[in-house]
């Protein structure tokens, strides 16, 4: 069980370029959250889903897509990156099917993007 | 608009004293509460959790006290250890329910040998 994991670790953008960070969980959660945290602040939710095949927008969600083929697959997409998009990305997944605490979300250990 | 926020951005503290983090929120919707440990370079990691019909929670040397007349959520840590050294973020929802949590900004916790 390796609960959640991203791909990749590390990425460097050049403005304008496009990427899409993979978020994959075990757990057969039915809901997968994407944050980004930036320095000296808390998580800031970007998109969210609340099952296979759908999606919603969080606090921040300009600049960035999402998609939710596969429930144990939640994808985040930047068509064109910013500067500003610079940031650690961290992806989440909650509510067990069959029980347990359906709050407690479980993340995943981060995506540090660099977009120069 | 509704935060949930922290009373002071550091904490330190000798090992082996007790700590208290702090943490204040302004919904008073809110029925679930949470904190979060992050170590450098990791993802946010569960600690102790508490629903509103509670005034207390008790873990392995940790303990969440949530009073709602001034809505104030505390983390205390008994016996503080080096590896307790950590950013603590406490978090809040006011559905019950895979819901979205709302961060604070984090407390730094450094733990002096």
């Known amino acids: 069980n390796a609960g959640v994991t991203q791909t990749p670790k590390f990425r460097v953008l050049k403005t304008g370029q496009s990427m899409t960070l993979l978020c994959a969980q075990d757990m057969n959660h039915e809901y997968m959250y994407w944050y980004r945290q930036d320095p000296g602040m808390g998580l800031r939710l970007i998109h969210y889903?609340?099952?296979?095949?759908?999606?919603a927008k969080g606090e921040v969600p300009d600049g960035y897509n999402v998609s939710r083929l596969k429930k144990q697959n939640f994808l985040l997409g930047l068509e064109s990156a910013a500067p500003s998009q610079t940031s650690v990305y961290f992806c989440a997944s909650s509510y067990p099917q069959g029980g347990g605490n359906t709050d407690t979300q479980y993340f995943g250990p981060g995506t540090r993007l660099t977009v120069l | 608009g509704e935060s949930v926020g922290l009373h002071l951005p550091t904490l330190s503290v000798q090992e082996g004293d007790n700590s208290i983090i702090n943490c204040a929120y302004s919904?008073?919707?809110?029925?679930?509460f949470i904190w979060y440990k992050q170590e450098s370079g990791k993802g946010p990691q569960f600690i102790i959790d508490?629903?509103?019909?509670?005034d207390k929670r008790q873990g392995q040397r940790v303990t969440v006290l949530l009073n709602k007349t001034v809505k104030h959520l505390s983390l205390q840590i008994a016996a503080t250890q080096p590896g307790d050294s950590a950013v603590y973020f406490c978090?809040?929802?006011?559905?019950?329910?895979?819901?979205?949590?709302?961060f604070g900004e984090g407390t730094q916790l450094t733990v002096n040998p």
């Open positions: 978090a809040d929802t006011k559905e019950t329910s895979g819901s979205r949590l709302t």
């Open positions: 508490i629903r509103s019909n509670m």
């Open positions: 919904n008073s919707a809110s029925d679930y």
């Open positions: 889903s609340v099952g296979e095949g759908t999606t």
